[in-house]
């Protein structure tokens, strides 16, 4: 089955610093899903993603989907503590397909 | 929007012993319905998903079974814990058609000891 591959499996930044976070998949997607996680607690939707080149941004959260659609970054400009938590993606390989989840970037923020 | 209402929020089981975790929905009509299960250092991983009543699809073999008995109800049991089931439960929805992201519920942190 397909694979989400995840990097870097934890984040530890100084709060106002830049980030990125990936996802790679061996195949092309259907839709890119992003999503963040709150220590012990359901998973929060940020953004999707379907389009190859497609961006998208909400607050100072940008999320992008390569030419493939193999591969996708999660890119958080001036970091706050409240961005802490786990980020995961999911995806669909053909619009009929489940989500599968990659196993997600712990980010902790430092003040 | 959709609600989901998911309980217990924790859950401390014997080895050995049954397991009934249920899940509803609100706000929506014939979603597919999910249950996902996170463990340390495994992500969250698919169980089982429903695309209608009766209608259970199950991702991986294991010791846990999934029932719909309802359009907007989503159940997980065991007859047996192990302690491999422990882990983080989550159930989510999306509204009927597939391309739809998923709504999840806030968990259920199950323990086996």
């Known amino acids: 089955s397909q694979e989400l591959e995840q990097s870097p499996q934890s984040l530890i930044v100084q709060e106002g610093k830049n980030l990125t976070i990936n996802c790679t998949s061996s195949?092309?997607?259907?839709?890119l899903y992003w999503y963040k996680q709150k220590y012990g607690e359901g998973l929060i939707f940020l953004m999707m993603l379907q389009k190859g080149g497609e961006e998208k941004s909400h607050e100072k959260i940008t999320a992008k989907l390569d030419e493939k659609k193999q591969q996708s970054s999660l890119h958080i400009t001036a970091s706050q503590p409240s961005h802490a938590g786990i980020y995961l993606c999911?995806?669909?390989?053909?619009?009929?397909?489940?989500?599968?989840f990659g196993k997600g970037t712990r980010l902790h923020i430092l003040p | 929007s959709q609600t989901i209402h998911q309980w217990p929020a924790t859950l401390v089981q014997p080895v050995g012993s049954p397991l009934s975790l249920e899940c509803t929905v609100e706000?929506?009509?014939?979603?597919?319905l999910y249950w996902y299960r996170q463990a340390a250092g495994r992500g969250l991983q698919l169980l089982f998903y429903s695309v209608g009543i009766g209608q259970i699809s199950s991702e991986v073999p294991q010791n846990l079974s999934a029932s719909r008995p309802q359009d907007r109800q989503f159940i997980l049991s065991s007859k047996k814990l192990l302690l491999s089931d422990s882990g983080f439960y989550l159930c989510a929805c999306s509204p009927s058609g597939y391309n739809e992201k998923l709504f999840f519920g806030s968990g259920t942190q199950l323990s086996v000891l």
């Open positions: 195949k092309t997607l259907y839709g």
């Open positions: 706000g929506t009509s014939n979603p597919n």
């Open positions: 999911g995806a669909r390989r053909n619009r009929d397909d489940k989500i599968i």
